[in-house]
């Protein structure tokens, strides 16, 4: 009976433990949870600004009229007629001017249409600045003063020509806003002249004194032209003259211009009508020197005597396009002018289509005739010879 107990203790521990084990294996273990990290975003890509240089602006000191620092800013220039024919030289004030164009007139002469201003108003300006002998006005020196809309000095000019055109009071003055004429219908400030040699006639001798000349502007003059000086640019690519020879409507080397390079300036000379291959210095009478000039432009245009006019007188374009040759720094660079009428000024460019810049000084301007050639000499022996163009009009 014992045994039979403990047997059937035994089955039912057994059965017991069979059944939890069954029972531990039915019930499922829990399911994970899985936490995935959130990957962080990659940081941004940097955002480039695209800068574009800037060009230095230029010093805030700086002529007007030269580039030149520590002369004058302020503005208030005259424009000078200035006779060239052989018995007016040498001429007084030249070397004064800040720029000077050179433009034929009747016959083979040239006469110059002088600006002034850092002279003028220059802290040590002088007392006194006289220049001479002043000439007569042709309506295309007028187109050149619209420019620089200054008081036009100059001794009357053609009024009766029989060509509307060539008359300097009619459509081609009508900008002019103040003159000092002392000879013509257009007779203004006629005090303002002096004879410049005894004896003499006024018309072909007459001289004026500028600082006294500048008590008659009544307006504030704008100019439309603006040369660039800054940023400095040297042209150091550019080849280093030795000469420059000009004809205008004489023989080639008529006027030269020879390169210093002491003084990093073009001089001028002339050539003797008897001894073409003698070089004479064209000088200043106050400086009894050779003109310096440290910026030459050659700005080729049609030029040629009006059938209608009728003393003879030129027809000069100083508007539309052209060629143009630059000495700059003693370096020539080849480009091209262009001027689309009075109310906007020449622009200037190299070949690339840049903007001339100009190195800071006075600047000289050849409105040479498009039809005859210049010829300019390096200083490595080699040379170059201008194109020259059928004469046509450009306007």
């Not at 035994?10 to 995935?36: N, Y």
């Not at 070397?95 to 003028?120: H, K, M, P, S």
């Not at 209608?308 to 660079?333: C, E, P, Q, T, W």
Request: aromatic fraction near 10%; charge should be negative.
């Amino acid at each position: 009976m014992k045994k039979t107990l403990l047997i059937a203790l035994a089955i039912i521990m057994a059965v017991t433990v069979f059944t939890a084990c069954k029972q531990e294996e039915a019930a499922p273990s829990p399911t994970p949870t899985v936490i995935e990290a959130t990957p962080e975003p990659p940081p941004p890509s940097p955002v480039w600004e695209e800068v574009t240089p800037t060009e230095e602006p230029p010093p805030d000191n700086i002529s007007p009229t030269t580039g030149l620092m520590g002369t004058t800013t302020e503005y208030k220039p005259l424009v000078v007629q200035i006779g060239n024919e052989p018995h007016e030289r040498p001429q007084q004030g030249l070397q004064q001017a800040d720029i000077v164009y050179e433009t034929l007139i009747e016959g083979t002469d040239t006469r110059f249409t002088a600006v002034y201003n850092d002279a003028l108003l220059k802290a040590d300006a002088p007392a006194e600045l006289p220049v001479g002998p002043v000439r007569s006005s042709r309506y295309y020196h007028q187109l050149i003063q619209s420019e620089w809309d200054a008081v036009y000095v100059h001794m009357g000019g053609p009024d009766t020509t029989g060509n509307p055109e060539s008359d300097i009071y009619g459509q081609n003055g009508q900008h002019i806003k103040q003159r000092i004429s002392g000879a013509g219908k257009g007779t203004a400030h006629a005090e303002k002249f002096f004879a410049w040699r005894e004896g003499k006639s006024m018309s072909d001798y007459a001289a004026t004194d500028l600082i006294s000349d500048l008590d008659v502007y009544e307006y504030e003059p704008v100019a439309l032209q603006q040369f660039k000086f800054y940023p400095l640019e040297d042209y150091a690519d550019a080849p280093v003259v030795d000469s420059v020879q000009l004809r205008f409507d004489r023989h080639l080397g008529w006027v030269t211009y020879q390169y210093d390079e002491t003084k990093s300036k073009l001089l001028r000379y002339l050539t003797s009508s008897d001894e073409p291959e003698e070089l004479l210095p064209f000088t200043d009478l106050d400086t009894e020197q050779p003109i310096e000039v440290q910026n030459l432009i050659v700005q080729y245009t049609y030029v040629n005597i009006m059938p209608s006019d009728l003393g003879g007188r030129r027809k000069v374009d100083m508007y539309g396009s052209g060629k143009a040759d630059f000495v700059i720094n003693g370096r020539h660079v080849p480009g091209t002018w262009e001027r689309a009428g009075v109310t906007v000024p020449t622009t200037y460019k190299d070949m690339e289509g840049n903007e001339i810049t100009f190195t800071p000084g006075n600047t000289w301007v050849a409105v040479h005739p498009m039809d005859k050639t210049i010829s300019i000499a390096y200083k490595d022996g080699t040379a170059y010879e201008s194109t020259p163009e059928v004469a046509a009009p450009k306007v």
